[in-house]
């Protein structure tokens, strides 16, 4: 019965450390050069001034975690006509004005 147990543990054990070494990012072989893969790309926009950047960092200094967390959460929803009465519409004004996410698809 103790061999048995013993057993159980080191079997345990290993399959905890091939768990946690299978979740060990990976490192390139190479470092990688954006510009080389794509040498014609065009920047959607161009970098934030020193007044654009002090409104983001002083904008997301002041979001709770929580919050923080939100701004990274969309939601989707169909895109068809919704009276303001609906459920589904009054939970998407949930989502927007309480819980804050960052955004909401709509498609049809």
């Not at 060990?24 to 959607?44: C, E, G, I, M, Q």
């Not at 002083?58 to 975690?65: D, G, M, Q, Y």
Request: net charge neutral; proline share 6%.
């Amino acid at each position: 019965m103790r061999s048995s147990f013993r057993l159980i543990q080191i079997v345990g054990a290993l399959l905890a450390v091939a768990c946690v070494a299978g979740c060990r990012t990976a490192t390139p072989s190479h470092s990688a050069n954006l510009s080389d893969a794509a040498p014609n790309a065009v920047s959607p926009m161009p970098p934030a001034d020193a007044q654009q950047q002090r409104w983001v960092d002083s904008t997301l200094a002041s979001l709770s975690l929580r919050e923080r967390v939100a701004q990274m959460v969309m939601v989707w929803t169909l895109g068809d006509y919704t009276n303001t009465r609906d459920p589904v519409y009054a939970e998407l004004i949930k989502w927007v004005e309480t819980d804050r996410v960052g955004g909401v698809a709509m498609s049809l």
